[in-house]
């Protein structure tokens, strides 16, 4: 791994900008769409357009069963199944809250991944974490979210249930997936392309009553060609370059940046409690996905960091 340049230093910025900047478009996205209409614009916009790189490059996608069953699971959890539940979260959630709940995903990875994969035992560092990450979480929910079991709560499930989901493919992709980086972004995308057009036929939306204006077709256009395509094309080739343990440190830059955008582009409100868990979180996430020391056990290898999650 070589030392970073300064294009690699602007490109990872501008990763962590167009990941940070997704929840607050997809708030103004919500205002006017349907979550499923949402979700299948900007999945059909970035699945064209990594699959054009992708051919561009000389690459094509397999004709093997099992490779396209990984891009089904990649191409469901990874992306249908999170995309669709953080849109619909954020109907009653503001983008703020949505990407600071989000930050706990790095966390929830090192646990399933600790129980799922054998090289990757827990150690203290990784224990730490786990308990800052769930402890960032309950500051930040609070309970009074428990109080009404109302809108928000259930929003705030949506998200938290969506990082989950991105935790469940990272470890699934460490556990199974061989394929080039660049084949398995497209094939999944184009799987959960897919299913999001299936659960757009199936969800009786009405297309004729939503306002396709300005607005709506931009947070649609922005989601599919930033936060999705070039968010991924610039993960993929960034990797090999700074190394998996420095691409990590993006995870920091994601939920501080969306509640700082959703404080200066929507007007959301930026309280004491989120500070407090914000803090907790990104604490967590740093002790989780830097150098561990000595595993619980005296055996096994630092697991590798983890690989941010598509937002």
């Not at 469901?76 to 995903?105: N, Y």
């Not at 109080?147 to 493919?169: D, E, H, N, P, R």
Request: hydrophobic share 55%; charged share 10%.
């Amino acid at each position: 791994m070589g030392k970073a340049s300064f294009i690699d230093i602007v490109l990872w910025l501008a990763l962590a900008a167009m990941w940070s900047s997704s929840y607050a478009v997809i708030k103004i996205g919500v205002a006017t769409l349907e979550p499923a209409v949402l979700v299948f614009g900007r999945l059909l916009v970035g699945s064209v357009i990594i699959y054009t790189v992708m051919r561009w490059r000389g690459l094509a996608l397999s004709r093997d069963p099992a490779v396209w069953f990984s891009y089904g699971v990649t191409g469901l959890l990874g992306s249908a199944a999170p995309f669709l539940l953080i849109t619909h979260g954020e109907q009653s959630v503001d983008s703020a809250l949505a990407s600071i709940l989000m930050g706990a995903s790095p966390v929830i990875t090192l646990l399933l991944a600790a129980w799922l994969v054998p090289q990757e035992r827990l150690t203290l560092r990784t224990s730490a974490g786990i308990i800052g990450g769930l402890a960032g979480v309950a500051v930040l929910v609070g309970p009074a979210a428990l109080a009404g079991l109302g809108a928000q709560l259930g929003g705030q499930l949506a998200i938290l249930a969506a990082t989950a989901c991105y935790a469940a493919s990272t470890v699934y992709i460490r556990r199974a997936v061989t394929r080039p980086p660049l084949e398995m972004a497209a094939g999944s995308m184009l799987f959960a392309s897919l299913i999001m057009g299936c659960v757009l036929a199936l969800s009786g939306a009405q297309l004729g009553k939503m306002d396709f204006g300005v607005t709506s077709l931009g947070a649609v256009l922005y989601l599919g060609l930033f936060s999705t395509a070039c968010a991924n094309l610039i993960y993929f080739h960034l990797v090999p370059r700074l190394g998996a343990t420095r691409m990590s440190q993006v995870n920091f830059a994601v939920p501080v940046g969306g509640a700082w955008l959703g404080f200066l582009l929507l007007g959301e409100a930026l309280t004491t409690q989120r500070l407090i868990a914000l803090a907790i979180i990104i604490g967590s996430i740093y002790l989780g996905t830097s150098r561990p020391a000595k595993p619980l056990n005296g055996q096994g290898t630092p697991p590798p960091a983890d690989h941010p999650a598509r937002r």
